[in-house]
């Protein structure tokens, strides 16, 4: 994990500027839209400054490191919610329930079985999202978008789970609002309202595409070298 970071709270001032900029100039109320502060790679103390200007919604990459920094953080603050924005392994399934309040990348049936089993045996409910793979890249996770509906019928029927909502990344070097566009389609279909869209370089426009979760990084913390 990095050392001290150069941004914290003058980058979260910034972006939370940002999102209600954004939010206004397609008239949605701001609180509408939750900001997730990627803290991957960051270490305590560049959390902490960011927690003390109020922020509480933090995402990890891996469960892994998130289990090395955030129990602790969480013992002063425990109003704290953590989400899990990276992919899952199922070996790691009941580590991911136990600390997280949020999954953003279940995209295949064996993940969706696991987190259903530990959330019925620890006795929690997650947010859950379903991350579908809107640019079709290979070396990303995520269901394919015409195979989302049959999977999100499944995760419901077959598994009982409630599903929150939709996550994407679209590919880095196409216009992201076309996928975003593409998620948000799937969603209201499958009557879903949650929509985990948009990063630092492009939040502003997943806002204007209907986003209620943004995950931002670098524009609070600074770049990760």
Same mark, same amino acid.
């Given at each position: ?10 980058? &979260? ?9 954004? /939010?206004?100039? !397609? ?10 502060? !990627?803290?991957?790679?960051?270490? +305590? ?7 003390? =200007?109020?922020? $509480? #919604? ?7 490191? =998130? ?10 603050? =425990?109003? &704290? ?5 990276? +992919? ?8 991911? #329930?136990? &600390?997280?309040?949020? @999954?953003?990348?279940?995209? *295949? ?15 929690? $409910?997650?947010?859950?999202? @379903?991350? !579908?793979?809107t640019g079709?890249?290979?070396?990303k996770a995520?269901?394919a978008p %015409?195979?989302? %509906? $049959?999977?999100?019928?499944?995760? *419901? ?15 880095? %070097?196409?216009?992201? !609002? ?10 209201? *279909?499958?009557?879903?309202?949650? &929509? ?5 370089? %492009?939040?502003?426009?997943?806002? /204007? ?5 943004? $995950? ?7 770049? *990760?070298?």
């Open positions: 994990m990095r050392g001290k970071s150069s941004m914290g709270h003058a980058g &979260l001032e910034r972006v939370q500027a940002g999102v209600r900029h954004a /939010a206004q100039a !397609v008239g949605r109320d701001p609180s509408t839209v939750t900001l997730i502060a !990627v803290s991957k790679t960051f270490g +305590p103390t560049d959390i902490q400054p960011v927690i003390n =200007a109020g922020q $509480r #919604v933090f995402g990890e990459n891996r469960v892994q490191e =998130a289990k090395g920094k955030w129990p602790a953080l969480r013992e002063s603050h =425990a109003d &704290l919610q953590l989400h899990l924005i990276g +992919p899952l392994q199922s070996n790691k399934a009941a580590e991911a #329930v136990a &600390l997280f309040d949020a @999954i953003h990348t279940v995209d *295949r049936p064996k993940i969706a079985e696991a987190i259903a089993r530990e959330m019925e045996r620890q006795g929690k $409910r997650l947010q859950l999202f @379903i991350q !579908v793979n079709r890249e290979p070396q995520g269901v %015409d195979e989302a %509906d $049959r999977f999100i019928g499944q995760c *419901r029927s077959a598994l009982g789970l409630s599903i929150a909502g939709l996550m994407c990344i679209p590919p880095a %070097d196409q216009d992201p !609002v076309p996928h975003f566009s593409m998620l948000a389609d799937i969603a209201r *279909r499958n009557g879903l309202e949650g &929509l985990s869209l948009g990063m630092s370089g %492009d939040y502003p426009q997943a806002i /204007a595409c209907g986003a209620t979760h943004i $995950r931002v990084g670098s524009a609070i913390f600074g770049g *990760r070298g």
